[in-house]
Structure formats: C-alpha cells, structure tokens
C-alpha cells in the first residue's frame, strides 16, 4: 500500500474515539442537502486518492455478496453457485454472504479486481459515502475509517463543514 495511504489509516486508528463522537453527534441532525454534501466530499478526495495503489478494502474486508452477485460472480468466472457458497462464503450478519477468510480472493497481484465488470454491488458502492440517507451511515463510516484512508479524509471533511454544532 501506498505509505500515504497506510498513514491516513494509522491516524485514523489514533483518532477512533475523536471519529465516533464526531459522527455519532452529527448523525442526530436532519441536516439539509446532507447526502449532496458528503457526495461532493466524495468526489473530491477520491479524485486524488488512487485504490490501485491501495486496495485495503478487498484486502481487509472483502464484499459482501448478495444472491443476486453470487449468481453473477459465478457465472463469469466459471463457478458452481453451490460449491462457491459451501467453500468460500459464510452468512453476514447485516444480510447477505461474505468470505469466510479475509482476503478477496478476486484481488489480484497488481491490486486490479479480476471481476471488476461484475463487481458486487457492495463493492461499487464502498466505502458508502455516495449514498442518501448518509445521516444514518455515519456510524457505520466510523467503522470504514479504519479501513479505508479515502472514507477518513471524507470523514474529517464531514467533520470540519459541520464542527461546533454547524448544522443549518
Ligand atoms: S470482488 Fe473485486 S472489488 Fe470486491 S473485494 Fe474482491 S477484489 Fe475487491
Ligand atoms: S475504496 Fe478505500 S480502502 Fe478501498 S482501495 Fe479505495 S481507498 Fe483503498
């Protein structure tokens, strides 16, 4: 990983409990265009920060699969859904399956996604902060920051436009 990037996520660990006040707070309000706001966060740390040279999130986590990405993901590369579910994947919690060992096994070596077209939804969408009702995925970003150095640097900014209780 970039050592860029592994430093974001060492800061991000340090300030764990600093993240979870912050968020938890803010998630309280019914805060206007809210989810517009966080989306242009979004783009502007992503437009600098580059997964090639990181991919902690299929590293670390992996997705998580629905039934919808299992069919998908075997179909394109061959597999049997049944043998698939049995050998890699264990029922999530929150919904759906993830793997059983972390690691992705769709990573490949030069950090590319051997499914990139076929992707799970999941996926796409991490590390969530392109999403509405981004209000109640604040604690769950608390969660990401650790993870991910793209969803902290979103984090901070969240936490800098609406410091000191600037909600309106
Ligand atoms: S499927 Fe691709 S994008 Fe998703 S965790 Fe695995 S390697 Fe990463
Ligand atoms: S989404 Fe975040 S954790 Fe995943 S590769 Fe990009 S910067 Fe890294």
Redesign the pocket.
């Known amino acids: 990983m970039n050592p860029a990037y592994e430093a974001l996520l060492e800061k991000s660990r340090e300030q764990i409990a600093f993240l979870k006040r912050q968020l938890k707070y803010l998630s309280r309000f019914d805060i206007k265009n809210f989810d517009h706001i966080v989306a242009a966060f979004h783009d502007e740390v992503f437009a600098d920060i580059d997964c090639l040279d990181c991919?902690n999130?299929?590293r670390v986590?992996?997705?998580v699969f629905l039934d919808t990405d299992i069919r998908q993901?075997c179909k394109q590369v061959g597999l049997d859904r049944e043998s698939f579910v049995q050998d890699s994947l264990q029922i999530n919690p929150e919904g759906g399956w993830r793997l059983r060992e972390p690691g992705?096994?769709?990573?490949?070596s030069d950090n590319?996604?051997?499914?990139?077209d076929d992707?799970?939804k999941?996926?796409?969408s991490?590390p969530h902060t392109h999403e509405r009702r981004m209000a109640k995925g604040l604690e769950r970003l608390v969660q990401t920051c650790g993870v991910c150095p793209a969803a902290y640097l979103i984090a901070l900014k969240i936490i800098e436009r609406f410091a000191q209780g600037n909600t309106k």
């Open positions: 991919a999130c299929c986590n992996g997705p993901v992705c096994q769709f990573l490949a590319r996604c051997s499914i990139y992707r799970p999941h996926c796409q991490y």
